[in-house]
């Protein structure tokens, strides 16, 4: 960890309500090898996927931005909490970043950490998912589902690595080595993908939900389908672009979205999958302070990471000798 990494760790203190009164700026420290199991947060400062994907950039200052936004959060259950730190993308070689990021994100979960990784483009799909297939965990076998909560497939044919490539590159290296990996996409925007995206996806067996059949009348339907899918995998990761919301809500991305998944949807359906007792890995995407507006796009991941936190911890203190 560099020196100062406890600069966007500052907020509110209410010593007059004790414990019950602690927020995550007092909580978090600096992560340890050997450290108590509970949340790692580690970022990837980069947004040079996205600049290769043509899309605005801005999102290598997101994990900065975002622990902003997390220090005031409330802890409203003890949980150990740990920074891990940024990896930045350097001269461009955003392919040795990526290494890096698997690397130090394979030791945390192998130290029985959640990683919750912060973005970043999402070309922290493919950093997130080289980290995980290297961990213990997914060495020993099983089957890993992806869940992405995205306006795009992310599944681009293109002669680099890109923000619009990781799925892509996940499904690659799962069927040449053999991995049962599942990919299922919640949020599709039917005019933010080509017919050659589509027709690549039904071609892969990804399965996806588009924005316009997410409301809160079929909310009931589509988490409960959700849940018996993840039931049939080992493992999950839960990949969330901050693009899959409504432009209004999160313009602060690399390509606001023209319609959207509501918050009152989209909030219970990532909660149904950090809740679902075994998610390994989280990540969030595509935050671009540079365009973020009143900090809407910045206070709105800080609310679903700390959503993601809250019910991967109540599933754990549910398993048998929690």
């Avoid at 975002?66 to 350097?90: I, K, Q, S």
Wanted: proline share 5%; net charge negative; charged share 20%.
């Amino acid at each position: 960890m560099k020196a100062g990494w406890r600069e966007p760790w500052q907020g509110r203190v209410d010593p007059l309500d004790g414990e019950a009164g602690r927020r995550w700026h007092q909580a978090v420290q600096a992560w340890q090898p050997g450290a108590a199991r509970g949340v790692a947060l580690l970022g990837l400062a980069s947004d040079e996927g996205v600049s290769r994907n043509q899309g605005r950039v801005g999102a290598a200052q997101g994990p900065l931005a975002l622990r902003r936004m997390l220090a005031n959060l409330p802890v409203h259950r003890p949980l150990p909490l740990y920074d891990a730190g940024d990896v930045t993308c350097e001269a461009g070689d955003l392919e040795a970043a990526q290494s890096a990021y698997a690397e130090r994100a394979a030791a945390l979960l192998d130290d029985g950490q959640l990683v919750l990784g912060l973005g970043g483009g999402h070309e922290i799909g493919w950093a997130s998912y080289q980290g995980l297939v290297h961990s213990t965990a997914l060495r020993a076998g099983g089957s890993l589902a992806i869940v992405n909560f995205d306006a795009h497939f992310d599944l681009r044919l293109a002669p680099q690595a890109s923000s619009g490539t990781p799925f892509r590159q996940a499904l690659d290296e799962a069927e040449a080595s053999g991995r049962r990996v599942a990919y299922r996409c919640v949020g599709i925007s039917v005019t933010a993908n080509t017919r050659a995206l589509f027709d690549h996806a039904r071609q892969r067996g990804v399965i996806w939900s588009p924005d316009e059949a997410l409301d809160l009348r079929g909310l009931d339907s589509c988490r409960a389908e959700l849940l018996a899918w993840l039931a049939g995998h080992d493992h999950v990761y839960l990949t969330l672009c901050l693009d899959v919301l409504p432009a209004s809500v999160a313009p602060g991305v690399s390509a606001p979205a023209a319609r959207g998944v509501a918050m009152e949807v989209l909030e219970p359906l990532v909660k149904a999958v950090a809740g679902c007792g075994r998610l390994r890995l989280a990540d969030i995407a595509e935050l671009c302070p540079p365009h973020d507006i009143d900090q809407r796009t910045a206070r709105t991941a800080a609310r679903l990471a700390w959503q993601i936190v809250d019910a991967w911890q109540s599933a754990r203190s549910a398993e048998p000798g929690a």
